[in-house]
C-alpha cells in the first residue's frame, strides 16, 4: 500500500534555531500534502494545506512566517519551525494524498518536536 | 460548517469484550467519514471510511462502523476486543471527497483488560 515517510521522527534542539521536517510520498505522487500540529492527548489541528508548486494555504491562526511549507515536488514536502521556541513544541503530523487513485489521505509516522 | 464529536474521551473495556466508539458529525453535504486509529508516537492509520456506497463498512483488524443518516452517527465497533486494539481513536469528516481537509474529533482512547 502506499506509504508517507516522514524525517525525523524526534528532535530537540534549543530555543532560537530552525527545523525542517521532511514529508514524503514513497510510492506515488502526492499533488496535495497537509500537515497537522497535535497537542498532547488532544486531536489533530490542521495546519496549512499544501499544492505542488504553488503557495501552502494556512489555516486562519497559523503564522506562515513562523511555520514555512515548501512543496516542491510530488514527492516532498518539507515544513520548517523557524526561529523555535519552547511553545513550537509539539507532534508534527503529514499526510498525503494520491488523488490519482482517489485513495484517502495517508499519514506519516509524527516528528516529536522538543524546543529547549 | 463540518465538526465531528466523540463521545467519551476514555473508554475502557475487557478482552473479548464488545467495543463501542461513538462518533456523531455535522456537515452540510454529503460526508465522507473516517476512523483512525493512533498508536503511541505514531501517526494515524486508516480503519475505514464511508464514502456514499454501503452503510455497513467493514474495516481491518475486525472494525466496522455504520453509517446512520438520520442519527448523523457513524460508531465504530468490534465485537470482540484485542489487547493490541488499545489505542487512539479517531473519528474524521472531510467535505471535499477523499481527498478533501479532514476535521478530526478530539479522540476516544480505547485501553483494554486482560
Known amino acids: 500500500g502506499a506509504v508517507v515517510s516522514q524525517h525525523p521522527s524526534w528532535v530537540i534542539c534549543k530555543s532560537g534555531t530552525s527545523v525542517k521536517i521532511e514529508c514524503r510520498s514513497l510510492d506515488f505522487q502526492a499533488t496535495t500534502m497537509f500537515w497537522y500540529r497535535q497537542f498532547p492527548k488532544q486531536s489533530l489541528m490542521l495546519m496549512a494545506t499544501s499544492n505542488e508548486g504553488s503557495k501552502a494555504t494556512y489555516e486562519q491562526g497559523v503564522e506562515k512566517d513562523k511555520f514555512l511549507i515548501n512543496h516542491a515536488s510530488l514527492t516532498l514536502s518539507t515544513l520548517t519551525v523557524t526561529s523555535a521556541h519552547p511553545e513550537d513544541s509539539s507532534f508534527y503530523i503529514c499526510?498525503?494524498?494520491?488523488?490519482?487513485?482517489?485513495?484517502?489521505?495517508?499519514f506519516g509516522d509524527g516528528t516529536r518536536l522538543s524546543i529547549l | 460548517a463540518q465538526s465531528v464529536t466523540q463521545l467519551g474521551s476514555h473508554v475502557s473495556v475487557s478482552e473479548g469484550a464488545l467495543v463501542l466508539l461513538r462518533c456523531n458529525y455535522s456537515?452540510?453535504?454529503?460526508?465522507?467519514l473516517f476512523w483512525y486509529v493512533q498508536y503511541p508516537n505514531q501517526g494515524l492509520q486508516l480503519l475505514l471510511k464511508y464514502t456514499s456506497a454501503a452503510t455497513l463498512v467493514k474495516g481491518i483488524n475486525g472494525f466496522e462502523a455504520e453509517f446512520k443518516k438520520s442519527e448523523t452517527s457513524f460508531h465504530l465497533t468490534k465485537p470482540s476486543a484485542h489487547m493490541s486494539d488499545a489505542a487512539e481513536y479517531f473519528c474524521a469528516v472531510s467535505e471535499g471527497g477523499s481527498q478533501g481537509n479532514l476535521i478530526f474529533g478530539k479522540g476516544t482512547k480505547l485501553s483494554v483488560k486482560p
Open positions: 456537515s452540510s453535504v454529503p460526508p465522507y
Open positions: 499526510s498525503a494524498g494520491d488523488r490519482g487513485r482517489h485513495q484517502p489521505q495517508h
